[in-house]
T-cell receptor, first 112, second 116 residues
Framework: SQKIEQNSEALNIQEGKTATLTCNYT??????LQWYRQDPGRGPVFLLL?????KEKRKERLKVTFDTTLKQSLFHITASQPADSATYLC???????????FGTGTRLKVLA | ETGVTQTPRHLVMGMTNKKSLKCEQH?????MYWYKQSAKKPLELMFV???????ENNSVPSRFSPECPNSSHLFLHLHTLQPEDSALYLC???????????????FGNGTRLTVT
């Protein structure tokens, strides 16, 4: 079955540095991959989508890469701020129009 | 403010109770979802409705019963739950289907359910 792994449960970085989060998947070749942000007590919020034929996607301080050979996506936050502290989830479409599966998430804490 | 509203935000129920979770979306989407989120586990897809027809039922126990009366409303009816069903239940919507299958999910803020 399809499986998604996000490399670490928690990541602490210093304000101003670049945070890099990893999402690895197995047993599937998704056409696209999505990243979400989730704050405590709230539902996930969509951030970025990257398609299999796109190597990189940017949105303000966010950058996502997608390597279909390595079966990996990297999510970068540049010039990180304490307000970026949250849990970040990756998700992929898994063999059905509506069947999204999610990773367990990485809890990012940006230290002032 | 999210375009997907869930009520109640918190619910405590005994194992013999019957209760319902409600979800309403104001985004004009045609697909609605129920997900379960437990600590240290990935989001688990439970049910999907597209144009009010159930298109995914992810081996969910029959003590969870979904209902989608129209494309804006989704319910999850609960009865004789177990303590391990305690979790955050998230509703989501998307403009899904066909060529727009990569439409992102819009989530509500969930119902925190505790089964005692």
């Amino acid at each position: 079955s399809q499986k998604i792994e996000q490399n670490s449960e928690a990541l602490n970085i210093q304000e101003g540095k670049t945070a890099t989060l990893t999402c690895n998947y197995t047993n599937y070749s998704p056409a696209y991959l999505q990243w979400y942000r989730q704050d405590p007590g709230r539902g996930p919020v969509f951030l970025l989508l990257i398609r299999e034929n796109e190597k990189e996607k940017r949105k303000e301080r966010l950058k996502v890469t997608f390597d279909t050979t390595l079966k990996q996506s990297l999510f970068h936050i540049t010039a990180s701020q304490p307000a970026d502290s949250a849990t970040y989830l990756c998700a992929l479409e898994a063999g059905g129009t509506y069947k999204y599966i999610f990773g367990t998430g990485t809890r990012l804490k940006v230290l002032a | 403010e999210t375009g997907v509203t869930q009520t109640p935000r918190h619910l405590v129920m005994g194992m013999t109770n019957k209760k319902s979770l409600k979800c309403e979306q104001h985004l004009g989407h045609n697909a609605m979802y129920w997900y379960k989120q437990s600590a240290k586990k990935p989001l688990e897809l439970m049910f999907v409705y597209s144009l009010e027809e159930r298109v995914e039922n992810n081996s969910v126990p029959s003590r969870f019963s979904p209902e989608c009366p129209n494309s804006s409303h989704l319910f999850l009816h609960l009865h004789t739950l177990q303590p391990e069903d305690s979790a955050l239940y998230l509703c989501a919507s998307s403009q899904g289907g066909g060529s727009s299958y990569n439409s992102p999910l819009h989530f509500g803020n969930g119902t925190r359910l505790t089964v005692t």
